[in-house]
T-cell receptor
Framework: GQQVMQIPQYQHVQEGEDFTTYCNSS?????IQWYKQRPGGHPVFLIQ?????EVKKQKRLTFQFGEAKKNSSLHITATQTTDVGTYFC???????????FGKGTKLSVIP | NAGVTQTPKFQVLKTGQSMTLQCAQD?????MSWYRQDPGMGLRLIHY???????DQGEVPNGYNVSRSTTEDFPLRLLSAAPSQTSVYFC?????????????FGPGTRLTVT
């Protein structure tokens, strides 16, 4: 079955430093979605990418979808304490009805 | 709009007991799904539904049953609880009959099986 790997598992950064998490799929994806989950909360949708090579920005967050549609990344510029949480990528293969999640990257920001 | 609601928020079961986790959405979404979240494991798909009367298995379906008699409701049944089913359970829904857009998650049910 489809597998989605995400690295790193944990990342500790000083406030103001940048942060990147990477996502790789074993198969080509129709779409890649990114979610943020705060401690004790539920996943909250951030963005979806569907086109090869697509880049989208949301303020300090930059999302990329690889040319082969098998990998993606989320980059946060100048982290803030409000960025703390676990970031998940999730993808759907062509024709699939299932959304497969990576294991997430837990971000800690040291003030 | 209440969005996606789940009950109960917390539950403790003894091994062998049965229970139903409730999930409801008021957004007229066709696609609904159940995930379990364990530490370090991300979210794993248990069952999903593409519309009323249609359900299918996800990655980890063993020990769980679902039904979808209405568009709004998608209950998850544990027939005979086991300690391995201790987890946080999330229900989600989205537009269309595939998970090709934003998934709206409920607040979760924290289940402990002793």
């Amino acid at each position: 079955g489809q597998q989605v790997m995400q690295i790193p598992q944990y990342q500790h950064v000083q406030e103001g430093e940048d942060f990147t998490t990477y996502c790789n799929s074993s198969t080509t994806l129709s779409n890649i979605q990114w979610y943020k989950q705060r401690p004790g909360g539920h996943p909250v949708f951030l963005i979806q990418l569907v086109k090869s090579g697509e880049v989208k920005k949301q303020k300090r967050l930059t999302f990329q979808f690889g040319e082969a549609k098998k990998n993606s990344s989320l980059h946060i510029t100048a982290t803030q304490t409000t960025d703390v949480g676990t970031y998940f990528c999730a993808g759907t293969g062509a024709g699939s009805y299932q959304l497969t999640f990576g294991k997430g990257t837990k971000l800690s920001v040291i003030p | 709009n209440a969005g996606v609601t789940q009950t109960p928020k917390f539950q403790v079961l003894k091994t062998g007991q049965s229970m139903t986790l409730q999930c409801a959405q008021d957004m007229n979404h066709e696609y609904m799904s159940w995930y379990r979240q364990d530490p370090g494991m991300g979210l794993r798909l248990i069952h999903y539904s593409v519309g009323a009367g249609i359900t299918d298995q996800g990655e980890v379906p063993n020990g769980y049953n679902v039904s979808r008699s209405t568009t709004e409701d998608f209950p998850l049944r544990l027939l005979s609880a086991a300690p391995s089913q201790t987890s946080v359970y999330f229900c989600a829904s989205s537009y269309g009959d595939r998970p090709l857009g934003e998934q709206y998650f409920g607040p979760g049910t924290r289940l402990t099986v002793t």
